[in-house]
Every structure is written in C-alpha cells, then in structure tokens.
C-alpha cells in the first residue's frame, strides 16, 4: 500500500489555487479509478484507489498546508504504511508551469507543508512529486501568487499536467522510486 500526500488547503477558495495543485492530482486519482467518495478523517479527508495490484491511499490533510505534517504522521500510523511508500505532491515555483519534478530526498525548498512534513516525521527521506507552478511574480507577492488561480493560459493545459503528475504517481508505486525517477525526470 502507497500513501500519497497530496498537498492544499480546504475550503472553496483555495480549491483552484496554485497551492491545492496536489488537491487537484488527488481528486484526479479519485475520478480516474471511480473511486468512493473522499471521507473525513482525522487531520485529512481520504480515500483509495487500486491500480495494478496496488492499493493507494489518498490524503487531502484537513490541517492547512503549513501543519500538513500531522496528517502524514496520523496515516502513515494509522494504515501501517512505512514512510519510503510515501509520496507528496505538492506545487514548486522553482519549476516552469506543468514541469514535473520526483525526488526521493531533500530539503523542503521553502515550501512551508515541505517543511512540516520534515519536522514531523524526523526526516527528509520521502519520496515528493514536485509540479511547477513558475515564479511569475513581483518581488515579495510569493503568498498571493500561489493563493491565487492558475492564468487563462495554464488552465488550458493544466489538464494534461494533471493526468502527467497523476501518471506519475502511479509510476511510484508500480515501478518504485529510482525507475519513477527515471520516467518522470526528462529533460
């Protein structure tokens, strides 16, 4: 069984935000495989899917992005998943739009629910799928420009990015990191 964090912030509106991106590939997931609605849990609303013999558990932490953490800690416990089945998803302005980024460790760049996680959980040996976001904004505007939607433009093909990130996802926990690695990491 894999878990995947997808990373966001509940309510309606962040829910097309640069932010939720890791929201939007979960309910992606969710949709691609019909599967039962996402449920609320403790720190996180959940849900799973089964593709090719493997079973994911999908989790939207309820917590806010910077406690995102305890969601992690909570249902990697709570279904008995070790942390190298995790994965994150999460958005990243150091990428271009759409550009897909898998890593089995690092630091958290930044990102404050990158950071949480980290904190939590005591490492930075996890697997995240970083998606671009760019970093088309003026010199201290970080916050609104990841709290706002996505451009006219990325809306038409931030479709296609999901179903590549959700791809991606799936490529984790069917061929495991180093070979994901390899698949999604193209130039």
Do not use: C
């Not at 990373?7 to 495989?33: C, Q, S, W």
């Not at 005591?122 to 976001?133: C, E, H, N, P, Q």
């Amino acid at each position: 069984m894999f878990l995947v964090l997808a990373l966001g912030n509940i309510g309606p509106e962040y829910a097309h935000t640069r932010h939720n991106i890791g929201f939007m590939v979960a309910d992606y997931l969710a949709e691609k495989f019909d599967a039962p609605r996402f449920e609320t849990g403790r720190h996180a609303f959940t849900t799973q899917i089964k593709s090719k013999g493997h079973t994911y558990a999908l989790v939207k932490p309820t917590t806010y992005m910077n406690l995102s953490g305890k969601a992690a800690a909570h249902w990697l416990s709570a279904l008995k998943i070790p942390v190298e089945n995790m994965v994150v998803v999460t958005d990243d302005l150091a990428l271009p739009f759409g550009k897909l980024r898998l890593k089995g460790q690092g630091s958290a760049g930044g990102h404050n629910g990158l950071k949480d996680v980290q904190a939590t959980l005591g490492t930075d040996v996890y697997a995240r799928l970083r998606f671009g976001v760019d970093a088309n904004f003026p010199k201290g505007r970080q916050v609104d420009y990841v709290l706002d939607p996505f451009s006219a433009d990325e809306r038409i093909e931030l479709p296609t990015r999901i179903e590549k990130a959700a791809e991606a996802v799936l490529a984790f926990g069917a061929l495991g990191l180093e070979r994901a690695m390899n698949a999604v990491n193209v130039k």
